[in-house]
């Protein structure tokens, strides 16, 4: 356990922090899983307007810090692949 005050407040610090990226990081692979529903039924209309809610969520977690930057354009990249090959 923490001793001094600076470590316990850490400690409240982190966990707010850790409370607060989960559900940024539960809702962008929601996103993406409903993404994936769609191309594995292969409505690629519902997909593409899926892909556009899915990018701008990545791209909001991105920029909370929830992903690296690289590894958010690896999944749009990904997706956005998946998407185009739909017939």
């Known amino acids: 356990m923490a001793n001094h005050e600076s470590a316990r407040k850490r400690?409240?610090?982190?966990a707010k922090r850790t409370e607060r990226l989960k559900?940024?990081?539960?809702?962008?692979?929601?996103?993406?899983?409903?993404l994936r529903t769609a191309i594995a039924a292969g409505d690629k209309k519902s997909a593409?307007?899926?892909?556009?809610?899915?990018?701008?969520?990545?791209d909001r977690a991105v920029a909370k810090g929830v992903f690296h930057r690289r590894t958010g354009s690896r999944y749009i990249s990904?997706?956005?692949?998946?998407?185009?090959?739909?017939?």
């Open 48 to 58: 593409q307007t899926t892909l556009q809610t899915a990018i701008s969520q990545i």
């Open 11 to 14: 400690i409240k610090q982190t």
């Open 78 to 87: 990904r997706l956005a692949e998946q998407v185009s090959k739909l017939g």
């Open 23 to 34: 559900r940024v990081r539960t809702t962008t692979r929601t996103f993406m899983k409903r």
